[in-house]
């Protein structure tokens, strides 16, 4: 099979013929039909993430919906020929955090593309198949749900079930890529006032359409004094979707005081995992500085329903379909952080 292969950090895939995956008796064989390419793809081929790098050879991609092939010969929740997606936090299915439907902060978590094989290839093999295969509606496109694998679901669960956004409150959205994006659409069917902040036009320009009510400027306004302005006092709720110093500290200083701060973007290379928070104003607002990671398989339905009546349309936010080749243009787009949107392969020939 053909699949994009990552052999070294930081230089080029190599898209070739590779075997196809073997089965196991717990796991199932996806003929991959969609995969988006996601920023965590990118900080994984930079080889820049402590605790989550790759051992190498490995095939990347944890945005992946697909049908299934295979199945082993003890997976009995899903069946040859069903229509599926991966979520990229994968659970064991046995422990307490599983058991309690918090597979995304599962003990012994596996990651499509960073723990195992990923969705860049015409195939890909899921272990425990029963727990972290997600059947997916016939109303859902492949190319729609690809998204659903990481960054819609993640922006869903920090955005409804970490933040608890509630109807009328307002929320602030740090960086307009492909999370933020899906935070904003999210928020806003929930019926919040979203406020887009971003450095770049044409990513705010995208917001609105999602339905930001507001757009901020960072590279030329104080995001923090605007977002108080047009708040009168501070967001209820804001999420930092990139995680560099600039936005993580102005995210959690648009809060209101007793204000919700929900850290989505996880660090980049230069800040190993570290970067000072405002303690004081934590202390003196009560303000929740909230870590938010992927979703449980447990939100998956109320999820999909949303998406199958066409209430959330993560259809919306994919702006181009590539194949295997191209990824590594998506990834220069990356470094430039240029890349608009969500770009999704869907031709795994080449
Ligand atoms: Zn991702
Ligand atoms: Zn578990």
Redesign the pocket.
Known sequence: MKAAVLEEFNAPLNVTDVPEPELTVDGAIIRVKACGI????WHGWKGEWTGFLAPLPMIGG??MSGVVEAVGANVHQVKVGDRVIVP?TCGDGTCQACISGESNVCANQTMPGFTYNGGFAEFAHVPNADFNLIALPEAVAFEQASGMG??FMTAYHGVLSVGAVRPGEWVSVYGAGGVGLSAIQIATAAGANVIAVDIQEDKLEFAQRVGAVATVNSGSEDPVEAVREITKGGADVSVDALGINATLLSSLRSVRRKGRAVQIGMTAMGDKGLIPIAVNDIIAGEIAYLGSFGMPRSEYPNLLNQVASGKLRPGDLVTGETDLSGIVDIYDEMSNFTVKGVTVITDFTK
């Open positions: 996601c920023r965590s793809d944890h945005e990229f990481c960054r």
